[in-house]
């Protein structure tokens, strides 16, 4: 009997508490499981950060769009260039001129120069300046009724 109750009392000690490898295994599980969870949100932050970058560039473009449409329909472009750096674009009309500039996005004009008439082509593409791989692309032609 008194060995039967020694049994029973190891066993009872046994069953308190987890064993070490068992705490060790639990933690490497939850490691993973949160460097899992943290790669997709990390993930998640940088698609959100491109494609506000991306739309912020789209409105750009149609500011630009919208404004060359209105001063060829009033005026006459006489050129529309960018800076050396990409960093301005400039829009001459009428001895006037209208300037874009925005340190995060770089210019590139990929269109023929303009002459002054009633239709042209335009090509312009806006590129983020610190994430080269987000651009947005317009491509339009610009004609007058007149």
């Not at 400039?90 to 996005?105: L, P, S």
Request: hydrophobic letters at 40%; proline letters at 3%.
């Amino acid at each position: 009997m008194i060995k039967q109750w020694g049994e029973i009392m190891r066993l009872r000690i046994n069953d308190r508490g987890i064993t070490l490898v068992e705490l060790l295994v639990a933690l490497v599980l939850l490691g993973f499981i949160s460097i899992i969870i943290w790669s997709f949100f990390f993930q998640a932050l940088n698609l959100n950060d491109r494609e506000v970058t991306k739309n912020h560039l789209q409105q750009e473009a149609n500011l630009i769009v919208n404004t060359i449409q209105q001063l060829h329909t009033k005026s006459t472009i006489t050129s529309i260039v960018p800076s050396n750096s990409n960093r301005t674009l400039t829009i001459y009309y009428d001895d006037r001129k209208a300037v874009f500039e925005n340190k995060n996005i770089l210019y590139i004009i990929e269109s023929p120069p303009i002459v002054p008439s009633k239709e042209f082509k335009f090509s312009l593409t806006l590129e983020s300046s610190s994430n080269a791989s987000v651009q947005f692309q317009v491509e339009t032609t610009f004609s007058k009724l007149n």
